[in-house]
């Protein structure tokens, strides 16, 4: 059990290089063992015996790496609380109740920490030893049961995790190759989560449902499974906030399977055109519209998408200097100098008002053209930069 833990732990370390899934920018996925020595003389100071799987588990891998911000490690000698008896037998919610001298987390150790004040409690005494509490009174809410056992809690972290990066990567329309059997245990889990009834972690921290399946389709599609891709991509668009937008993607997404570009262009032009499409499904659908007239060979209408797709996406600059580049590949110099000047002066937006405007756009356009330059050089065409330099008078 331990290693099985330690190998799927591993495997999201190996895939999370930048620290993106919940947590993981606190405990880096790094795991410190505590040597038996210390756990025995915890436990006979405290005069507990820790669970089994917990006990092996920081023993065997170590504090750090965990749920949420990670495991916290044994508390401190002063923690007086720990040996004494766990005072509750159902869900907590205040004060009132307790003895004289009695503490609300009696008898436990703080596993992991949520941010905010929220925390994971490992009870040790009584009833109840074994069990994982949740500790919410931080925000007004309870302290009261969540896992029946460290096993438990163990496996829907680790589910949990997996999921959350199947959405971040293969949800987020990311190309994605991860080790064959990394993939098999996020689909494993993905059907744990979507077959397996409730589960207390994701009750709390809900993974988007349209995010899970889209992951669900584009795995279908991998495995040439159009029509449950069809239907993965139906259900996306169910839960998703620009409906019409993700069933567009879902179409763009089959249509580049089969080869069929208009019909990709087609799709994302109608999802363009709905009335719920949210702005990041917007950029996408812009881009999916840019690649199918490319390959068209459509190319008025591709700068014209991607004119729309720098409006749209203003902070991009990459989308910015693509239009730049067109236009200069075309050998509309001037055109490219008067689009790149606007985008210079509509990055203005959020000057103090004491800025000198003319010197900030000044200033913002020598970069842009210095960035372009780097691009057109490195692709060979540095003289379509100089031209577009004595374009804009700064030659």
């Known amino acids: 059990m331990i290693d099985g833990w330690k190998t799927r732990k591993e495997a999201l370390a190996r895939h999370d290089a930048q620290y993106a899934l919940f947590g993981a920018q606190v405990h880096g996925w790094r795991s410190r063992p505590v040597a038996l020595f210390e756990v025995e003389a915890f436990e006979a100071r405290h005069g507990l015996r820790l669970p089994a799987a917990y006990r092996a588990w920081i023993t065997e891998v170590g504090v750090g790496a965990g749920p949420f911000y990670g495991f916290t490690g044994l508390p401190d000698d002063d923690a007086a609380g720990v040996g004494r008896p766990f005072p509750h037998d159902a869900e907590y919610l205040d004060e009132e109740g307790l003895p004289e001298g009695v503490d609300a987390r009696d008898g436990t150790l703080v596993l992991t920490d949520h941010g905010c004040g929220y925390e994971d409690l490992l009870v040790l005494s009584g009833p109840h030893a074994g069990e994982v509490w949740i500790d919410f009174r931080s925000a007004e809410g309870p302290l009261r049961p969540w896992y029946e056992s460290f096993e438990a809690y163990m496996e829907a972290w680790l589910r949990r995790t997996e999921v959350e990066w199947a959405i971040d990567t293969i949800g987020d329309w990311k190309p994605f190759a991860p080790e064959a059997g990394f993939l098999a245990q996020a689909r494993a889990s993905m059907d744990a989560l979507l077959h397996g009834g409730r589960d207390p972690m994701c009750g709390e921290y809900p993974l988007p ?86 390959a068209l060979g459509r190319d008025d209408e591709a700068l014209q998408q991607r004119i729309a797709l720098a409006d749209a996406d203003d902070d991009n600059v990459d989308a910015q200097l693509d239009v730049v580049q067109v236009l200069l590949a075309r050998d509309q110099v001037a055109e490219a100098a008067d689009f790149l000047r606007a985008v210079a002066k509509n990055g203005g937006d959020d000057w103090d008002d004491d800025d000198d405007e003319a010197a900030a756009t000044a200033e913002r356009l020598a970069a842009l053209l210095d960035l372009l330059r780097l691009r057109l050089v490195a692709a060979g065409r540095g003289t379509q930069a100089d031209a577009l330099a004595l374009q804009l008078g700064l030659g």
Do not use: N, P
Request: aromatic share 6%; net charge negative.
């Open 209 to 294: 449902a349209d995010g899970l399946f889209i992951t669900l389709a584009r795995l279908h599609m991998a495995d040439g499974d159009l029509d449950q891709a069809q239907a993965a991509f139906g259900q996306a668009a169910d839960f998703a906030y620009s409906r019409e937008g993700t069933a567009a993607l879902g179409d763009c997404a089959l249509a580049v399977y089969r080869g069929d570009q208009q019909a990709r262009l087609d799709a994302a032009l109608g999802g363009l055109g709905a009335e719920d499409v949210g702005w990041d499904v917007r950029i996408r659908l812009h881009r999916e519209a840019i690649a199918a007239l490319d």
